[in-house]
């Protein structure tokens, strides 16, 4: 199975999520234990839809459910599901060429269980907008922090990003440390340093 079709545009998202992307973490499986023998749970929801689907990643596979699980994810991705389809061609432009750095970190990045047991002291909200894309206009969602929801009193970061300097990434042109540096942020700007500080230190970036 190629990336082009795990996101082929017009796909329903129970088409995607809850066959395409497991059928083809299938095929990648091997890959996936050299950089993770922890389990890492992440979440989305499509909020003008409620719908909600839920991932969990392991040394086994990948088990995606159309609803919470019982464990907290490591982070959840909040936005609608007019804009995921409006997307799915950019993804593909980003994920395919991605996908072909990742003999770049073989053996220098390992996730842990460990590791993210110490990420689960972070809590907040990462608001990110999307900037500079094909058709100009921008593209809005949320990452919420080791939950599903975020509390009132959330700390909430605003972060805004082009889609050039994603261009860029997804290439190797640049780094994602470097990538990372030219975000323009606003709000709890401290959460983010933090988290920063606490990939690099944990991954050793």
């Given amino acids: 199975m190629k990336w082009s ?25 091997q890959e996936f234990r050299e950089f993770s023998s922890a389990t890492i749970i992440v979440s989305v929801l499509f909020e003008d839809v409620d719908q909600r689907f839920t991932l969990t990643f392991d040394e086994d596979g990948l088990e995606v459910i159309d609803e919470e699980a019982i464990d907290f994810p490591v982070a959840s991705a909040r936005g609608r599901l007019s804009d995921w389809q409006r997307a799915l061609p950019w993804i593909q432009e980003l994920v395919i060429p991605a996908d072909a750095q990742v003999a770049r970190y073989r053996g220098k990045v390992h996730l842990t269980p460990e590791m993210i047991e110490r990420f689960e ?55 994602p440390v470097q990538g990372a540096r030219q975000l323009t942020m606003s709000g709890e700007v401290g959460l983010a340093l933090e988290i920063g500080a606490f990939i690099m230190r944990e991954l050793g970036l």
């Fill in 121 to 175: 002291r972070f809590d907040g909200v990462f608001e990110v907008t999307v900037t500079d894309l094909p058709d100009a206009r921008p593209l809005t969602f949320s990452i919420v922090l080791n939950d599903y929801e975020a509390p009132d009193d959330a700390r909430v970061v605003r972060a805004s990003v082009g889609w050039p300097l994603l261009q860029d990434v997804a290439h190797g042109r640049i780094d």
């Fill in 5 to 29: 079709e795990v996101f082929e545009p017009g796909l329903s998202t129970d088409e995607l999520f809850l066959k395409r992307l497991p059928a083809m973490q299938k095929t990648r499986q």
